[in-house]
T-cell receptor
Framework: DSGVTQTPKHLITATGQRVTLRCSPRSGDLSVYWYQQSLDQGLQFLIQ???????AKGNILERFSAQQFPDLHSELNLSSLELGDSALYFC??????????????FGEGSRLTVL | GENVEQHPSTLSVQEGDSAVIKCTYS??????FPWYKQELGKRPQLIID?????GEKKDQRIAVTLNKTAKHFSLHITETQPEDSAVYFC????????????FGKGTHLIIQP
């Protein structure tokens, strides 16, 4: 158990809909990262938050948004869903941004299926 | 931005043999290179990492080598066992840590009995 909790584990929805994925980082971790894992694309970095503020953006679509709340949990919002958004979405946390701690602790992932 | 290429995409080896997975990176400022292992249906987990001031690092049956001049690094697994079957991801960053990690597309390692 990494200590990172993601909900829901599985989600099936239709095109055009909106979903919210939730992540609670390890106790004490200030940074939260979101990754998308598709079959052919490996782990694609979407966005990072550090202590409530956006720290870095990766290949995140404009239809997607995220935020980190004062209690450090984070939510990833996916809207106007398309078939191609079907993927496994991982949240990860680390101790502090910028420090050479290195390790990302991943949650179990949220598998999104868009029909 | 950083680009990380990983080869091969699939690697099948006999149990007990060695396996080598190779990665190249594009940004010469990269200074941190972790390897993550993802078993089927599980989350990725860090298995070993190396920083740019070190050429090689070992941990029991696994080792990582780094060639900064050529901008490539490799994962070596010796005496492979069935539990080594997984997808392995290399990654690189210029932050010295988890920030800005760019992952390769992964190598599916299959250990044949």
């Amino acid at each position: 158990d990494s200590g990172v909790t993601q909900t829901p584990k599985h989600l099936i929805t239709a095109t055009g809909q909106r979903v919210t994925l939730r992540c609670s980082p390890r106790s004490g971790d200030l940074s939260v990262y979101w990754y998308q894992q598709s079959l052919d694309q490996g782990l694609q970095f979407l966005i990072q938050y550090y202590n409530g503020e956006e720290r870095a953006k990766g290949n995140i679509l404009e239809r997607f948004s995220a935020q980190q709340f004062p209690d450090l949990h984070s939510e990833l919002n996916l809207s106007s869903l398309e078939l191609g958004d079907s993927a496994l979405y991982f949240c990860a946390s680390s101790l502090a941004s910028g420090r050479p701690t290195g390790e990302l602790f991943f949650g179990e992932g949220s598998r999104l299926t868009v029909l | 931005g950083e680009n990380v290429e990983q080869h091969p995409s699939t690697l099948s080896v006999q149990e007990g043999d060695s396996a080598v997975i190779k990665c190249t990176y594009s940004d010469s400022a990269s200074n941190y290179f972790p390897w993550y292992k993802q078993e089927l249906g599980k989350r990725p987990q860090l298995i070993i990492d190396i920083r740019s001031n070190v050429g090689e690092k070992k941990d029991q049956r696994i080792a990582v080598t780094l060639n900064k001049t050529a901008k490539h690094f490799s994962l070596h697994i010796t005496e492979t066992q069935p539990e080594d079957s997984a997808v392995y991801f290399c990654a690189a960053s210029i932050s010295g840590g988890a920030d800005g990690l760019t992952f390769g597309k992964g190598t599916h390692l299959i250990i044949q009995p």
